[in-house]
């Protein structure tokens, strides 16, 4: 058989161009598009590629979409792996893009976007041999995302990672939407979506005025009881919680389970104006049982004898049924001299001074000759049911308020402390008393 005759053979199989040969023809692509640098002395190669196919109709463009969909994958793993075995470094991740062109289109947004970049003789040459051969590979040119800002020197991120600052660029941006952040001292951050089309041009620009930065402010926001979620503008944090916030009034809703939602105006001051505002918002218990009994506070006056503890429980428990205090006797125990009481029921009782420059007013206000009470409310008492166990309990918080302290049971509290059934609390001169119902014992059966 004449040579000749078999080399015209194999050029037809490559003139028609079937899907199956695809593979070779990227690396023969991949091979003409490497150069090497003396300097580093390694071959690179650009690792994304454009394949141009232009095909007759709608069957044909759908044999071609699935056969390419379901040989992506082993493409990209091919090209991967040549280029290892040619000792060529890909300045970029392996892939392959199919773009489809119909006839009579060769001046479509798909062709136009693979030969930018190129010059009128070259991109004629090009536009030439698609034509001829109906399909053309060629190196996917890298879009540049050029990231400008007014005023610059802001710390640019795309997609949550950091690319520079301002200005910059980033290379290699795949198709689709991309998030841009940026941010800059003194200056409210900056946030965009800038979509990437696959004809998009290689050079795209964004440019981003930042708006300079209002008075800042801090605002420390607590909440009786604690825990509480609150939600300034469309953030929501939980108590107690410090917020960095502009000047001026800001709206403040609270919100706690089995507690009345509450929503406060408060100011925020701007830095260096003052002292931080620390505003301390109160909930109201608005559960099914919020009318139920669960305790007793008793106020001593300052310097009179307590009684012992025990001693104090059987009391109340004498005098809820019906007797009086005056009524009330213990042999060899002197008399405590009590200034007054409170029923306590489920929800927050504030202790202390009032404070002018606080709207809160304390369920208990505590004044003495020696002033050893200042004002503000400096603690604050929590009455809730502990469900942990699986049944409705009484359980008592103590809070401090106080830098100086509060003592419970002769220890120091500085910030919080579960009281027992019967619990002495010491503030300033006070002695304050808070005793527990304890439930009544009963047994039940099952019908």
Not at 179 to 199: D, F, S
Request: aromatic share 6%; glycine share 6%; proline share 8%.
């Amino acid at each position: 058989m004449d040579p000749r005759t078999i080399l015209q053979r194999i050029p037809t199989a490559e003139r028609d161009k079937p899907f199956r040969f695809l593979d070779r023809r990227l690396i023969h692509a991949l091979a003409e598009a490497s150069t090497v640098n003396p300097l580093a002395r390694e071959r690179t190669a650009p690792g994304a590629f454009i394949v141009l196919r232009i095909v007759g109709g709608d069957a044909e463009a759908e044999e071609w979409e699935t056969q390419f969909r379901e040989s992506a994958a082993r493409l990209r793993n091919e090209l991967t792996r040549e280029a290892q075995a040619r000792g060529i470094r890909l300045r970029s991740a392996a892939d392959v893009e199919l773009r489809l062109v119909r006839q009579g289109e060769l001046s479509s947004p798909h062709v136009e976007s693979a030969l930018a970049g190129n010059d009128v003789v070259r991109t004629a040459a090009l536009r030439t041999q698609l034509a001829q051969e109906h399909e053309l590979i060629l190196p996917r040119r890298p879009r540049v995302l050029t990231i400008e800002s007014q005023p610059t020197g802001a710390q640019a991120y795309v997609d949550n990672k950091p690319v520079g600052v301002t200005p910059c660029r980033v290379e290699d941006l795949s198709p689709g939407d991309h998030r841009v952040t940026l941010h800059r001292p003194g200056c409210v951050p900056y946030e965009c979506v800038q979509n990437i089309a696959a004809n998009s041009p290689l050079q795209i620009r964004l440019e981003a005025l930042l708006e300079s930065e209002p008075e800042m402010g801090l605002l420390d926001l607590r909440s009786c009881p604690p825990g509480a979620k609150v939600t300034v503008g469309s953030e929501t944090r939980v108590t107690p919680v410090r917020w960095r916030l502009p000047s001026g009034a800001v709206e403040a809703r609270f919100e706690l389970p089995d507690y009345a939602p509450e929503t406060v105006t408060l100011t925020v001051r701007p830095e260096g104006a003052g002292p931080t505002e620390t505003p301390l918002v109160r909930l109201r218990y608005d559960g099914p049982d919020r009318d139920e009994v669960v305790g007793r506070l008793v106020i001593y006056e300052p310097g009179s004898p307590m009684p012992a503890v025990n001693v104090t429980a059987q009391f109340f428990r004498e005098i809820d049924g019906g007797e009086t205090l005056s009524e009330w006797e213990l042999p060899g125990v002197a008399e405590p001299r009590v200034l007054g009481e409170k029923s306590l029921r489920r929800g927050v009782v504030l202790i202390g001074r009032e404070d002018a420059r606080s709207p809160l007013r304390p369920d208990v206000r505590l004044f003495d000759p020696e002033n050893s009470v200042s004002r503000g409310c400096h603690a604050w008492l929590w009455v809730y049911a502990d469900t942990s166990t699986g049944a409705a309990y009484n359980t008592f918080l103590i809070g401090n308020n106080s830098p100086a302290g509060i003592r419970v049971d002769g220890d120091l509290v500085m910030e919080t402390r579960r009281l027992s059934d019967d619990s002495v609390i010491e503030l300033g001169n006070f002695r304050l008393r808070v005793l527990k119902s304890l439930p009544t014992a009963r047994v039940e059966f099952d019908p």
